[in-house]
């Protein structure tokens, strides 16, 4: 019999939900959660182990987190590793998509998890490890948990493995020459595709080119120094109190805070609760991601007309491309409310 490990976050580990985010790595021995159903559809495979890790302790921990369940998996007999599913859960993502990278790359195995297509982790990771498309939220289970234990039969018996279209996981940037049955010519199939294309009809191209969501570039600001210039970051800079609850990774929310009587954001009084980079520096200088000196400064020298009387800040790490759209949205608003006509948009 052929054996398994699953990984899976705090919730689905049945530890708890945000509270216990930072839950640390655990090993457990059998099936926890989720790893009941994929046991069940395994034929020919049984799960031996449930790792448990909260999403918060990867975020902010990940080569702590990653060293320790790799530690767990020393000596530890198996053919395959599974994890999630993450569903839209973007730290849920991230991490599944962190630990199966590692573990391929560590012992060799087949690694597969499943994420929905606005699950940042599918960006990046899809090119490292087999990553299914999956539901939006956990009523999906079952389904998503199915359709990873039908590949890691496949994979576990040796049978033909298909391009990802056939198999139904997100595209890796791999091609590979494939024969067809039908043995019909490159040359009579893409006549064939020519003259549906010139019909109107339906048809399906072999060699799909990714669409990117460009934004167009807006127009030169003519004078700078009459010019009301607004400061947005997906640094986390905020309030000591973080009064709007942001996350610290896959945000759903954003602040808007006044600073228009200062010269210069405080260490102790505002700070990042940002989890994707070291905040030492951050939080003894939030200058450094929201640079409010620098701009007094320009403000004083006539550089820049006036600065907006407030920032607006979220955080962008594991933030999907749909949160972020709606947010930018929001906070657009106010800038035209506020007849902003220049944007510092500032990261980390």
């Known amino acids: 019999m052929k054996k398994a490990i699953l990984y899976i976050n705090q919730f689905f580990g049945q530890i708890g939900g945000e509270d216990k985010a930072d839950f640390e790595p655990e090993i457990r021995e059998g099936l926890v959660g989720p790893a009941m159903a994929l046991n069940k559809y395994l034929k020919d495979a049984e799960v031996t182990h449930t790792i448990i890790c909260g999403d918060n302790f990867m975020g902010s921990n990940e080569k702590e987190a990653v060293g320790r369940i790799l530690g767990f998996l020393e000596g530890k007999e198996f ?3 599974f994890a999630g599913p993450a569903f839209q859960a973007g730290r849920y993502g991230n991490a599944c998509g962190v630990i199966c990278k590692a573990v391929k790359e560590k012992f060799n195995v087949p690694a597969i998890t499943s994420m929905h297509v606005e699950n940042p982790g599918v ?21 998503d948990m199915k359709i990873m234990a039908d590949f890691g039969n496949k994979i576990l018996n040796g049978e033909e493995l ?20 039908s043995k019909e ?9 020519l003259i549906d294309k010139l019909n109107g009809e339906k048809f399906q191209t072999e060699l799909p080119i990714p669409k990117k969501d460009m934004v167009p570039i807006a127009s030169a600001i003519k004078d ?7 400061v947005v970051t997906s640094g986390g ?9 942001i996350q610290s990774a896959s945000a759903t929310r954003w602040g808007r ?14 700070k990042t609760i940002h989890a994707g980079f070291d905040p030492a520096a951050a939080n003894a200088d939030p200058n450094v991601i929201v640079p409010l000196d620098a701009l007094r400064a320009y403000e ?18 594991g933030t999907t491309q749909g949160e972020a759209a709606r947010m930018a949205k929001e906070i657009v608003e106010y800038l035209k409310e506020a007849k902003v006509d220049g944007v510092i948009l500032t990261s980390t």
């Open 300 to 317: 004083k020298e006539g550089k820049i007309g006036k600065l907006h009387e407030y920032f607006y800040s979220t955080v962008g790490t």
């Open 79 to 81: 053919d395959i590793f």
């Open 237 to 245: 800079i905020v309030p000591v109190d973080n009064p709007d609850r």
């Open 224 to 230: 700078l120094s009459k010019a009301n210039i607004a």
């Open 162 to 181: 298909l391009w990802a279209d056939a198999e139904g996981y997100y595209g890796r940037g791999k091609r590979h020459q494939v024969w067809l049955e």
């Open 257 to 270: 805070y006044d600073y228009s009587k200062m010269d210069r954001l405080e260490a102790g009084v505002f």
């Open 185 to 193: 010519p490159a040359a009579k199939r893409v006549v064939k595709m």
């Open 123 to 143: 960006e990046m990771f899809k090119k490292d490890v087999y990553i299914f498309k999956g539901g939006n939220n956990a009523g999906r289970m079952r389904r």
